[in-house]
């Protein structure tokens, strides 16, 4: 089992940037393909992107392809979300998950540990 804590959300002007994190502990995160999913209010929960087990393999959402970028450090068990030229549709909570399967998965069904989630604010 692992246990995912998230950080780095906040207020932001559109155009601006933040970087959240994802800590793990229990067991080692590199045993998992790690995502980022986001939900605004009153909207079903959206795939963000993912990164397999050593995180040499991707997937970008359309949404934030070319603005977003994942990055994973397994020896700090920590997943990364790099967000760019922040517009106001990205406003939500983001939570990071796990999947002890190999490939990646855009499903929030398919992934079996979840942080609490940090919200993120992109202010005109």
């Known amino acids: 089992q692992v246990q995912l804590v998230e950080s780095g959300g906040g207020l932001v002007q559109a155009g601006g940037s933040l970087r959240l994190s994802c800590a793990a502990s229990g067991r080692t995160v590199s045993r998992y393909t790690m995502g980022w999913f986001r939900q605004a209010p009153g909207k079903e929960r959206e795939f963000v992107v993912a990164?397999?087990?050593?995180?040499?393999?991707?997937y970008y959402g359309d949404s934030v392809k070319g603005r977003f970028t994942i990055s994973r450090d397994n020896a700090k068990n920590t997943l990364y979300l790099q967000m760019n030229s922040l517009k106001l549709e990205d406003t939500a909570v983001y939570s990071c998950?796990?999947?002890?399967?190999?490939?990646?998965?855009?499903?929030?069904?398919?992934?079996?540990?979840w942080g609490q989630g940090t919200q993120v604010t992109v202010s005109s």
């Open positions: 990164i397999s087990r050593s995180g040499g393999s991707t």
């Open positions: 998950a796990a999947r002890g399967v190999s490939y990646i998965s855009t499903r929030p069904s398919e992934y079996d540990y």
